[in-house]
């Protein structure tokens, strides 16, 4: 039968449970003697045991008839959910602040509105200790509610207090979510369309970026406004390539977290992205020496006994430190040392977290995989990675990466000798290339000369390198087009077939040029 274990959110919940998780989840459910055969537990053994979802040998094992099925798990699902919500309640903030505010409303509605206002006082203090103004919104509103109804005489001129509270609140929020909605908006636009080619596309990012950034007083802004606005920023300059202001930007995002530490437990994903950010800058200015100072850190910090992060963060923390530990190693050409050292591991963890990557960065962790692999000779094991990023077609993968998978395949199975059906692969690649909008001109020097490569001789390749080393070179420096060699370093690669070198050999000579000229 054909797993169908994505499309049933129940059995992929009860897969993703730790052990823990179970044991504290049969706890809760047995908690009351009537449970202990409730058919809801049968179900969840049975769903347990289950390798993938098969309903059929579901409803033989489970003691629930078809009709009863889709109630019956649509009740466990809510059990778990409320399992899992106690046993995370003490770890989060948020979690214990709608708790909070829950148990006001029931006090509320028992009539016991002196304690409901000193429930909602105190859950308001930690949230603005947090920042956190949709919730502290959620409180006052509810102050409101029980202040217009009853005379509690709590404090003189309550009524404006919370009038005002909540007019400071509202501007507060749109100002924050103004940052946010241009921040994943700037996202999206670099998704749909990459970097910036040209003069043209630069001015048309810019025009919006411009018309959607508020007016504002850096000195009034709050936590999560700072956080977004830099966010925001870090995706202008990104898309823009402009690396020295966005290096700023993704500094001033990091040091936001050092001037509140204590705000990496709450903000945490964004506090990991501000990191994996920094380090991607770095990269590509080629900052090495600061690039491992700050990956050094953002280890330490990972490692840090008060530090703590749940299932989404450790998926954020596994993509950043590898994503990050590859770069390393392309940065110095030692390839084979980043297969030999990094691969196993990688490799394993990889395995069980590939069902929770997005599109996007699954194809960027394999094609950065597949680079390595290149990097080190292994060619087969590059273009079966290469396979993995060409496959994931469709909204969420930029097509620049689509189109770098394509050339480093042909590149790959040239240097792998796989070339029985080389012209039809170049055939085919070439039909799927020139359909992608605006490519770089970097792209389009590689596609014309794959599409001639199979109809050149043996002892004609050399000086064909050396004329297309020529006319990249001069793209290096170009301020669009120079960030295409970091997706694939092709004038290193011609540069090793030229001088019959291996590429490594190439790139780990630069990189020594490169440090003997900065310390000098």
Same mark, same amino acid.
């Given at each position: 039968?054909?797993?169908?274990?994505?499309?049933?959110?129940?059995?992929?919940?009860?897969?993703?449970?730790?052990?823990?998780?179970?044991?504290?989840?049969?706890?809760?459910?047995?908690?009351?003697?009537? +449970?202990?055969? $409730?058919?809801?537990?049968?179900?969840?053994?049975?769903?347990?045991?289950?390798?993938?979802?098969?309903?059929?040998?579901?409803?033989? !094992?489970?003691?629930?008839?078809?009709?009863?099925?889709?109630?019956?798990?649509?009740?466990?699902?809510?059990?778990?959910?409320?399992?899992?919500?106690?046993?995370?309640?003490?770890? @989060?903030?948020?979690?214990?602040?709608?708790?909070?505010?829950?148990?006001?409303?029931?006090?509320?509605?028992?009539?016991?509105?002196?304690?409901?206002? %000193?429930?909602?006082?105190?859950?308001?203090? =930690?949230?603005?200790?947090?920042?956190?103004?949709?919730?502290?919104?959620?409180?006052?509103?509810?102050?409101?509610?029980?202040?217009?109804?009853?005379?509690?005489?709590?404090?003189?001129?309550?009524?404006?207090?919370?009038?005002?509270? $909540?007019?400071?609140?509202?501007?507060?929020?749109?100002?924050?979510?103004?940052?946010?909605?241009?921040?994943?908006?700037?996202?999206?636009?670099?998704?749909?369309?990459?970097?910036?080619?040209?003069?043209?596309?630069?001015?048309?990012?810019?025009?919006?970026?411009?018309? +959607?950034?508020?007016?504002?007083?850096?000195?009034?802004? *709050?936590? /999560?406004? %700072?956080?977004?606005?830099?966010?925001?920023?870090?995706?202008?300059?990104?898309?823009?390539?402009?690396?020295?202001?966005?290096?700023?930007?993704?500094?001033?995002?990091?040091?936001?977290?050092?001037?509140?530490?204590?705000?990496?437990?709450?903000?945490?994903?964004?506090?990991?992205?501000?990191?994996?950010?920094?380090?991607?800058?770095?990269? /590509?200015?080629?900052?090495?020496?600061?690039? =491992?100072?700050?990956?050094?850190?953002?280890?330490? +910090?990972?490692?840090? $006994?008060?530090?703590?992060?749940?299932?989404?963060?450790?998926?954020?923390?596994?993509?950043?430190?590898?994503?990050?530990?590859?770069?390393?190693?392309?940065?110095?050409?030692?390839?084979?040392?980043?297969?030999?050292?990094?691969?196993?591991?990688?490799?394993?963890?990889?395995?069980?977290?590939? @069902?929770?990557?997005?599109?996007?960065?699954?194809?960027?962790?394999?094609?950065?995989?597949?680079?390595?692999?290149?990097?080190?000779?292994? @060619?087969?094991?590059?273009?079966?990675?290469?396979?993995?990023?060409?496959?994931?077609?469709?909204? *969420?993968?930029?097509?620049?990466?689509?189109?770098?998978?394509?050339?480093?395949?042909?590149?790959?199975?040239?240097?792998? *000798?796989?070339?029985?059906?080389?012209?039809?692969?170049?055939?085919?690649?070439?039909?799927?290339?020139?359909?992608?909008?605006?490519?770089?001109?970097?792209?389009?020097?590689?596609?014309?000369?794959?599409?001639?490569?199979?109809?050149?001789?043996?002892?004609?390749?050399?000086?064909?390198?050396?004329?297309?080393?020529?006319?990249?070179?001069?793209?290096?420096?170009?301020?669009?087009?120079?960030?295409?060699?970091?997706?694939?370093?092709?004038?290193?690669?011609?540069?090793?077939?030229?001088?019959?070198?291996?590429?490594?050999?190439?790139?780990?000579?630069?990189?020594?040029? !490169?440090? !003997?000229?900065?310390?000098?």
């Amino acid at each position: 039968m054909i797993p169908t274990s994505k499309k049933d959110f129940l059995f992929e919940l009860i897969k993703n449970l730790s052990p823990a998780e179970k044991r504290s989840f049969k706890l809760f459910a047995n908690r009351l003697e009537a +449970n202990q055969e $409730a058919k809801f537990i049968q179900l969840f053994d049975v769903m347990e045991k289950l390798e993938v979802y098969d309903e059929e040998a579901l409803l033989d !094992k489970a003691p629930v008839t078809r009709k009863q099925l889709a109630n019956m798990k649509s009740h466990l699902y809510k059990q778990v959910l409320v399992s899992l919500r106690l046993i995370y309640a003490d770890r @989060n903030v948020e979690l214990q602040l709608n708790e909070q505010i829950d148990f006001a409303r029931i006090l509320y509605n028992k009539g016991l509105y002196m304690q409901s206002l %000193k429930l909602l006082e105190k859950a308001k203090h =930690t949230a603005n200790q947090y920042f956190l103004d949709t919730i502290v919104l959620r409180v006052v509103e509810l102050e409101k509610v029980i202040e217009s109804q009853h005379i509690t005489r709590s404090m003189r001129n309550r009524a404006e207090t919370l009038s005002s509270q $909540a007019d400071e609140l509202v501007v507060h929020v749109t100002k924050k979510n103004t940052f946010s909605n241009l921040s994943l908006q700037l996202y999206g636009l670099y998704l749909k369309t990459g970097y910036v080619k040209d003069e043209e596309g630069k001015k048309r990012v810019e025009a919006f970026y411009y018309s +959607n950034m508020p007016e504002f007083d850096m000195q009034q802004l *709050g936590f /999560y406004e %700072k956080l977004y606005l830099f966010q925001a920023q870090v995706w202008f300059y990104h898309i823009t390539q402009d690396f020295p202001l966005c290096f700023r930007a993704s500094q001033r995002w990091v040091d936001l977290f050092d001037e509140y530490p204590y705000m990496r437990k709450v903000a945490t994903g964004n506090y990991l992205k501000s990191y994996h950010y920094l380090l991607d800058t770095l990269f /590509y200015l080629g900052h090495y020496e600061k690039f =491992t100072e700050v990956l050094q850190l953002f280890k330490d +910090n990972l490692a840090a $006994a008060d530090f703590q992060m749940d299932d989404n963060c450790r998926l954020l923390a596994f993509l950043y430190v590898y994503s990050n530990t590859l770069n390393i190693h392309f940065m110095r050409g030692e390839f084979s040392k980043g297969v030999n050292e990094i691969m196993p591991q990688l490799t394993k963890e990889m395995r069980k977290l590939e @069902n929770k990557l997005d599109v996007h960065h699954q194809a960027v962790l394999h094609y950065k995989i597949a680079c390595l692999y290149f990097g080190a000779g292994e @060619n087969l094991h590059a273009i079966g990675y290469l396979d993995k990023v060409i496959k994931r077609t469709g909204v *969420g993968l930029s097509e620049d990466l689509q189109c770098f998978a394509h050339i480093l395949k042909l590149i790959s199975s040239y240097e792998a *000798g796989l070339d029985e059906n080389l012209d039809i692969q170049i055939r085919n690649v070439y039909k799927v290339l020139v359909k992608m909008d605006d490519l770089h001109q970097v792209q389009r020097e590689m596609i014309s000369f794959i599409r001639q490569l199979g109809q050149i001789f043996d002892y004609q390749l050399k000086m064909a390198f050396i004329d297309l080393r020529e006319k990249l070179k001069p793209f290096e420096s170009h301020p669009y087009e120079k960030r295409a060699f970091l997706y694939l370093d092709i004038v290193s690669w011609l540069e090793s077939k030229i001088e019959n070198r291996s590429v490594q050999e190439i790139i780990q000579e630069k990189f020594r040029e !490169k440090m !003997k000229a900065i310390e000098k």
